[in-house]
């Protein structure tokens, strides 16, 4: 029989400490630097009506970060071309409206063949909740670098669905 849940049995055979992934400055970001810190994945985009979650988000980093958050951004363009815009002009954006200091990645596709690997193995993992249907989609990360759940771009980062759970396994 197949199941369509995740029953946390998944047997991972790389962990999300495992990948690297360009920053916004087109750095390599080594995600083993993370290492038994919480992470809350977000793919972002510049012109969505999702977009003002950024402060939620930023606030969420300021509070949790302390105790072992870390928020870490995806820019992705894959959902309604809301993200056009390239590295440096989605820093300007995030730092000039939303103050942003939370680590942010350079612009990746989220979904499909060519998503970046993280998300593929997100998607192999934990199935299909963990594969973004829109701009900002959460996945939370715990400790270990397994994926402890995802949420859908409807909810927002400081709703108590979210900060239960990290509260929970921070």
Same mark, same amino acid.
């Given at each position: 029989?197949?199941?369509?849940?995740?029953?946390?049995?998944?047997?991972?055979?790389?962990?999300?400490?495992?990948?690297?992934?360009?920053?916004?400055?087109?750095?390599?970001?080594?995600?083993?630097?993370?290492?038994?810190?919480?992470?809350?994945l977000v793919n972002v985009a510049s012109n969505c009506g999702f977009t003002k979650q950024y402060s939620?988000?930023?606030?969420?980093?300021?509070?949790?970060?302390?105790?072992?958050?870390?928020v870490l951004g995806i820019p992705s363009n894959q959902f309604g071309g809301q993200e056009p815009g390239?590295?440096?002009?989605?820093?300007?954006?995030?730092?000039?409206?939303?103050?942003?200091?939370?680590?942010?990645?350079?612009?990746?596709?989220?979904?499909?063949?060519?998503?970046?690997? &993280?998300?593929?193995?997100? %998607?192999?993992?934990?199935?299909? #909740?963990?594969?973004?249907?829109?701009?900002?989609? $959460? *996945?939370? &990360?715990?400790?270990?670098? %397994?994926?402890?759940?995802?949420? #859908?771009?409807?909810?927002?980062?400081?709703?108590? $669905? *979210?900060?239960?759970?990290?509260?929970?396994?921070?």
């Amino acid at each position: 029989m197949i199941s369509f849940f995740n029953t946390g049995n998944t047997k991972y055979e790389k962990v999300f400490f495992d990948f690297k992934i360009k920053n916004i400055n087109d750095e390599i970001l080594d995600l083993s630097n993370f290492k038994d810190k919480t992470i809350l994945l977000v793919n972002v985009a510049s012109n969505c009506g999702f977009t003002k979650q950024y402060s939620g988000l930023q606030e969420l980093y300021e509070t949790y970060n302390p105790k072992g958050l870390v928020v870490l951004g995806i820019p992705s363009n894959q959902f309604g071309g809301q993200e056009p815009g390239n590295n440096n002009e989605i820093k300007d954006f995030c730092e000039s409206n939303f103050n942003i200091t939370f680590p942010m990645s350079g612009k990746y596709d989220v979904k499909g063949q060519n998503a970046h690997p &993280i998300y593929l193995w997100a %998607k192999e993992n934990y199935g299909n #909740s963990a594969v973004p249907k829109w701009n900002f989609h $959460k *996945i939370l &990360i715990n400790k270990s670098g %397994k994926v402890e759940d995802a949420f #859908s771009s409807f909810t927002d980062p400081m709703s108590k $669905k *979210i900060i239960n759970k990290i509260e929970e396994i921070l």
